[in-house]
């Protein structure tokens, strides 16, 4: 069983930027696609960035397009997203999570995903 955890979560003023971090144990990372995803109070979980398991091809919710990036390092079994020109519409708590299934193509939906972290608080202050 794989353990995703999060990290890099935190305060900031809008405009400003954070880096998250996710940390997966094993010795498969490589070969799973990975996302970001988030939920805000009393709405429901939403798809934020995704990469392929090789980390070639990168996608994005439109609302994070142009502001957001997410990249992967296999040799630190380790995800990031880095957020940059933060908005008080992106507070959240922000999930890692892994694909189901070995060698699959990204996904933007949360079924596909088999394995979640705990999530990190994002709080962006206006």
């Known amino acids: 069983q794989v353990q995703l955890v999060e990290s890099g979560g935190g305060l900031v003023q809008a405009g400003g930027s954070l880096r998250l971090s996710c940390a997966a144990s094993?010795?498969?990372?490589?070969?799973?696609?990975m996302a970001w995803f988030r939920q805000a109070p009393g709405k429901e979980r939403e798809f934020v960035a995704g990469i392929s398991w090789i980390g070639g091809s990168t996608y994005y919710a439109d609302s994070v397009k142009g502001r957001f990036t997410i990249s992967r390092d296999n040799a630190k079994n380790t995800v990031y997203l880095q957020m940059n020109s933060l908005k008080p519409e992106d507070t959240a708590v922000y999930y890692c999570?892994?694909?189901?299934?070995?060698?699959?193509?990204?996904?933007?939906?949360?079924?596909?995903?088999?394995?979640w972290g705990q999530g990190t608080q994002v709080t962006v202050s206006s």
């Open positions: 999570a892994r694909r189901a299934r070995q060698y699959s193509s990204g996904s933007r939906d949360a079924s596909d995903f088999g394995s």
């Open positions: 094993g010795r498969t990372f490589s070969s799973y696609a």
